[in-house]
């Protein structure tokens, strides 16, 4: 018995159980694995042991690890954009910067609740391993989109003025987000996107930071550093709190 609740608790069936293999029951106990002992442990036929069925019934839905990994990384973006979506949708009709900081926090608790898929999104932790583009960076922008609303709108309202550092770029990065734009149909002015760039590398870094546990002994609490550091270039940018 004490054998049978174990193995349940590891996703596996008792003995004798033969559990129907899915895409789903694939994808979870892959990002299991993963959680355990990182990228390095992940294959077809580790999935397959774990679920102790054999390696066809894997093959059955996904033909190599590159073809699982990009499913993964499929949901990951898609999870990252359910969330991020329904938070812009309860703040759609207030104020932009409320709405921009509640966007940026729902990503930071994504995130905390979502280690395996934050990896999987923030980089390549497969080496050789490079997602499809044609799929994933409209899956990439997809999350943010919500961000990229709150700035234009209030660069449009005038609650958002671009630094003047911001204001003359570099002819590599103009270059850039011209072709950026071009790629993502998105309109919106080179200094706005650097401003972008800018506070997902704040967010982004500040969430990397506490997962891997850095910000905790220095700060101590790394949600109020974190709020601190969004009001901030909030502030920075010019939108300012209503009174």
């Keep these: 018995m004490r054998k049978a609740a174990e ?10 159980v033969r559990r129907p293999v899915t ?41 190599r690890l590159e073809d ?16 991020m979506e329904a938070t812009e949708g309860e703040h759609a009709p207030g104020d932009v910067r409320e709405r921009l900081c ?42 943010f989109l919500g961000i990229f609303r709150c700035f234009i709108e209030a660069h ?13 770029l570099p002819p590599a990065m103009a270059s850039g987000i011209r072709a950026w734009r071009r790629q993502s149909g998105i309109e919106m002015p080179d200094g706005l996107v650097a401003l972008l760039v800018d506070g997902w590398a704040r967010i982004h870094g500040m969430v990397l930071l506490e997962l891997h546990g850095h910000t905790r002994p220095l700060l101590g609490d790394p949600a109020a550093f974190y709020r601190l550091e969004i009001e901030a270039f909030a502030d920075w940018m010019g939108m300012k709190k209503k009174r």
């Design 68 to 83: 699982l990994i990009t499913a993964l990384v499929v949901d990951a973006f898609t999870s990252l954009a359910l969330a």
């Design 7 to 16: 193995r349940a608790a590891r996703g596996r069936p008792a003995r004798g």
């Design 156 to 168: 449009r309202c005038g609650r958002l003025v671009i630094p003047e550092e911001y204001r003359a």
């Design 23 to 63: 895409a789903v029951l694939i994808k979870t106990t892959a990002r299991r694995l993963m959680a355990e002992g990182g990228t390095a442990g992940l294959s077809l036929r580790a999935v397959a042991r774990r679920l102790e069925v054999t390696a066809p019934a894997i093959y059955n839905y996904f033909h």
């Design 102 to 143: 509640a966007l940026c926090a729902t990503y930071r608790t994504w995130s905390l609740a979502h280690p395996v898929d934050v990896e999987l999104i923030s980089g390549s932790p497969f080496p050789g391993y490079r997602p499809p583009d044609e799929l994933c960076l409209p899956l990439g922008r997809r999350p």
